[in-house]
């Protein structure tokens, strides 16, 4: 390899140019580097609009800051790839890592095809802290448990940032170039704004403001004390190298706890990785055999829980939440998830599809599993026990109702905390469609009918 011969650099989920480990590979390979994005319809059909058009968004920052430079293709990644790296005489094509069980698959299938070309396939980096499957027991299997994956994790460490910015090479021309499409019709949602410097904005914002509060606050979605990163980091417009780079030396309980968020994003990728199947089917094989409801009314409840009609204020307020802005509260989405597997009886992957629709960060390894455990089939020792009640967990984590009034207009009227209590409920406002302590008895049995206890 020379020099003199450029090379590509195929972005995916890493729609920045700081941090970028790839990048900097690139560069030790070729002063010459083609920026490339692939429109891919195999993950844009089943992305919702919210997704979708935070993407686009991105792409077109990404290509304001490579001044105009991005080389955007629409089409199969294998055909797209090789010939965008033919046009220019590439000697190599460069990427960040992708764990996912599809993203696997078409990598496999684009490194062959440029081999038949005699251009060489590089992988370098990837979207987590720690890449996936390298965090291991002494005997090399993976862990199943979180507490045991991030002590190693935490003695592992993890890389400093790449110094990498746009000025590191010379951006080859792109030829014939597609348009960046114009976002989707998003109605009156309204998604934060997208792509490197709106993330490191956010990030520095929550650093001087919030971070030593992030422990105390994040379970009050009354309260705006979440990282809100999660659309930047499931884009890559900024990379948790970074995040961790800025953190180290604090030991407060907020940045602790953040290190603590970074490592289950990881510890997810890393399930998956070993465990690809886990995307569409139960961690834990006995919950194959656990029975869910079926027929006309499930169907009925599984739309109330999507609109937010349940008649359990703090769910009904994340179901909203949702829709109105494709991101919901980690709390509260434990409650919602809770609720639909345990008091509503209907299967996780219902669930699942419906978040991976709606939510701008929707990410697969990290959705799908926290999911599974909610739901109990996923990697933790019982969590099938924790049964949330939804009315305590609103007095709890809302004390005040301030969140829930935020998001239920029928609920606005009713002051404090009472907005929990049934007995303020307003005529516009549905009635509870289960009694949670009966489901909660129907859940434990069905439990019980697949474990013998």
């Known amino acids: 390899m020379t020099m003199e011969a450029p090379v590509v650099l195929w972005f995916r989920r890493d729609l920045r140019l700081g941090d970028h480990a790839a990048l900097l590979t690139a560069a030790k390979h070729s002063k010459h580097v083609l920026a490339l994005y692939v429109l891919d319809d195999r993950l844009l059909k089943p992305a919702g609009s919210p997704r979708t058009a935070f993407l686009l968004a991105s792409l077109r920052e990404l290509d304001a800051a490579l001044g105009g430079r991005l080389l955007v293709r629409h089409g199969d990644p294998v055909g797209e790839v090789v010939a965008a790296a033919r046009e220019i005489g590439a000697s190599a094509v460069h990427v960040s890592a992708?764990?996912?069980?599809?993203?696997r698959k078409r990598d496999d299938a684009v490194a062959n095809a440029l081999a038949q070309h005699r251009i060489?396939?590089?992988?370098?980096?990837?979207?987590?802290?720690?890449?996936?499957?390298?965090?291991?027991?002494p005997d090399g299997s993976p862990y199943r448990v979180f507490t045991p994956f991030?002590?190693?994790?935490?003695?592992?460490?993890?890389?400093?940032?790449?110094?990498t910015s746009a000025s590191i090479v010379d951006w080859v021309e792109p030829g014939k170039s597609l348009p960046i499409p114009n976002s989707p019709s998003?109605?009156?949602?309204?998604l934060p704004p997208a792509g490197e410097a709106a993330a490191l904005e956010a990030w520095q914002a929550f650093l001087g403001h919030d971070v030593e509060h992030y422990a105390a606050e994040r379970d009050r979605p009354d309260h705006e004390g979440t990282t809100r990163m999660s659309p930047y980091l499931r884009w890559g417009n900024i990379h948790p190298r970074t995040m961790l780079a800025d953190l180290a030396g604090d030991s407060s309980d907020g940045a602790?706890?953040?290190?603590?968020?970074?490592?289950w994003r990881d510890f997810h990728a890393d399930v998956l990785w070993h465990r690809p199947e886990t995307a569409r089917e139960n961690?834990?094989?006995?919950?194959d055999r656990m029975r869910y409801d079926t027929g006309a009314q499930a169907q009925e409840a599984f739309e109330q829980w999507c609109a937010g009609r349940t008649g359990f204020p703090i769910v009904d307020a994340g179901m909203r939440q949702l829709l109105a802005e494709g991101w919901m509260h980690n709390r509260v989405r434990m409650i919602v998830a809770s609720f639909l597997v345990k008091d509503l009886h209907l299967p996780w992957w219902w669930g699942a599809r419906h978040f991976m629709r709606h939510l701008v960060d929707g990410d697969l390894a990290s959705n799908q599993l926290n999911w599974q455990w909610v739901a109990g089939s996923g990697t933790?020792?019982?969590?099938?026990?924790?049964?949330?009640?939804p009315t305590t967990q609103g007095t709890k984590f809302d004390p005040q109702g301030d969140y829930v009034r935020r998001y239920v207009p029928e609920l606005r009227g009713v002051a404090g905390k009472a907005v929990h209590a049934p007995a303020a409920r307003p005529q516009d406002y549905p009635d509870p469609i289960v009694d949670h302590a009966e489901e909660r008895q129907i859940a434990l049995q069905r439990y019980g009918s697949i474990t013998g206890s």
């Open 150 to 163: 991030h002590r190693a994790w935490t003695r592992r460490g993890v890389a400093s940032p790449a110094e």
């Open 186 to 190: 998003l109605g009156d949602l309204r």
């Open 120 to 137: 060489e396939w590089v992988v370098t980096g990837s979207p987590y802290a720690v890449t996936p499957g390298r965090v291991t027991k």
């Open 380 to 389: 933790d020792a019982a969590p099938y026990f924790r049964i949330f009640n």
């Open 256 to 263: 602790q706890a953040l290190r603590a968020e970074l490592c």
């Open 98 to 103: 992708d764990s996912g069980p599809y993203g």
């Open 283 to 287: 961690y834990d094989r006995r919950f």
